[in-house]
């Protein structure tokens, strides 16, 4: 069974930086696309971020361009978004998410439970 | 990017009855169209992808059809598990979005 675990949300102050770790367990890892999709309480989804399973491509949504970065470590099963130069709007509870096939497929038919961020003075 | 539009916003119906819900796009995603079903304080779950595939032990009410612009999700029989918030997500043109959500609430 999929199994998808995050880690590292938290409160912090607008301007400041915070990691995400996703640890994934019951696939293999390195065959899949990850993503990470965001959700403000009570709205709708977000897709953040994308890796295929080797790094070789990322993409990722205008609002986190060039403030967010993905990586992912296949040796640990692992997903990672470090998120620098934090803003009130990136407030959110963060996915973890697995995706069918490659990047570009974007199905995404695994989910964990997500992680809560929330930037805030 | 391409605007997914879901209608109705709130679909008020009770249990026994068929559910119609549509998504169109602002413009021709051919079939890259997924489903997903999210409850109160659950993760969305996949139900169907490429506008008609059932996702792994969707049950066989949830259906899904349309391709180009125009796709609708049908649940035959709603069950009483059935009342959540469903999103229509699309593939076809990077970046990935989402529509913004149909709540299916017990009339």
């Known amino acids: 069974e999929v199994h998808l675990a995050e880690s590292g949300g938290g409160l912090v102050q607008p301007g400041t930086s915070l990691r995400l770790s996703c640890a994934a367990s019951?696939?293999?890892?390195?065959?899949?696309?990850m993503h990470w999709v965001r959700q403000v309480p009570g709205k709708g989804l977000e897709w953040v971020s994308g890796?295929?399973?080797?790094?070789?491509?990322?993409g990722y949504a205008d609002s986190v361009k060039g403030r967010f970065t993905i990586s992912r470590d296949n040796a640990k099963s692992s997903l990672y978004l470090q998120m620098n130069s934090l803003r009130v709007e990136d407030t959110a509870l963060y996915y973890c998410?697995?995706?069918?096939?490659?990047?570009?497929?974007?199905?995404?038919?695994?989910w964990g439970q997500g992680a809560l961020v929330a930037v805030s003075s | 990017e391409i605007v997914l539009t879901q209608a109705p916003a709130t679909l008020s119906l009770s249990p026994g009855e068929r559910a119609t819900l549509s998504c169109r796009a602002s413009?021709?995603?051919?079939?890259?169209l997924a489903w997903y079903q999210q409850k109160p304080g659950q993760a969305p779950r996949l139900l169907i992808y490429?506008?008609?595939d059932r996702a792994t032990d969707i049950p066989a009410r949830f259906s899904g059809s349309g391709s180009g612009t125009d796709f609708t999700l049908t649940i035959g029989r709603l069950e009483p598990e059935d009342f959540a918030v469903y999103y229509c997500?699309?593939?076809?043109?990077?970046?990935?979005?989402f529509g913004q959500g149909t709540k299916v609430e017990t009339k």
């Open positions: 998410v697995k995706s069918m096939g490659d990047l570009y497929d974007a199905i995404l038919d695994s």
């Open positions: 997500q699309q593939r076809g043109i990077w970046p990935p979005t």
């Open positions: 890796i295929s399973w080797n790094s070789g491509t990322r």
């Open positions: 490429d506008a008609s």
């Open positions: 413009q021709s995603i051919n079939n890259y």
């Open positions: 019951g696939f293999s890892f390195d065959d899949y696309a």
